[in-house]
C-alpha cells in the first residue's frame, strides 16, 4: 500500500505560481511513474504531467513552458511547479503513482488549485 499527501494548493492571481507537492508513504520501494492529474469541473480528470523514476517526463501542450515536474526519490516526494497560471488551470490537481510490477495505481486525495482573473 501507498499513501499520497498532497500539499501547496491555493488562490492565486493570473500570471502567478504555486508549487504542489506529493508526499508518498508506505511501499515505496515500489513506486514507478508519479505524477499530478487536474480535474475542472465539469470536465473529465486528465494528465498534467508525468515523470518516471528515473526522471524521464512527457509532455503536455496545455502547460508546456509554464509546468514542471520534478521528483526527489530520496523524500518519496514529487513536485509540480506551476508558473504563468492561467483561468483555466483552475482545477483539483491529484497526485498519481503507479506502484509495482502490475502497475498498481494510487492517487492522492487532491488539492484546489483556483486562478483568478
Known amino acids: 500500500q501507498v499513501q499520497l499527501v498532497e500539499s501547496g494548493g491555493g488562490l492565486v492571481q493570473a500570471g502567478g505560481s504555486l508549487r504542489l507537492s506529493c508526499a508518498a508513504s508506505g511501499s515505496t520501494w515500489g513506486i514507478n511513474t508519479m505524477g499530478w492529474y487536474r480535474q475542472a469541473p465539469g470536465q473529465e480528470r486528465e494528465l498534467v504531467l508525468s515523470i518516471s523514476r528515473g526522471g524521464n517526463s512527457n509532455n503536455a501542450d496545455a502547460v508546456k513552458g509554464r509546468f514542471t515536474i520534478s521528483r526527489d526519490n530520496a523524500k518519496n516526494t514529487v513536485y509540480l511547479q506551476m508558473n504563468s497560471l492561467k483561468p483555466e488551470d483552475t482545477a483539483v490537481y491529484y497526485c498519481?503513482?503507479?506502484?509495482?510490477?502490475?502497475?498498481?495505481?494510487?492517487w492522492g486525495q487532491g488539492t484546489q488549485v483556483t486562478v483568478s482573473s
Open positions: 498519481h503513482a503507479l506502484v509495482g510490477l502490475r502497475l498498481e495505481e494510487y
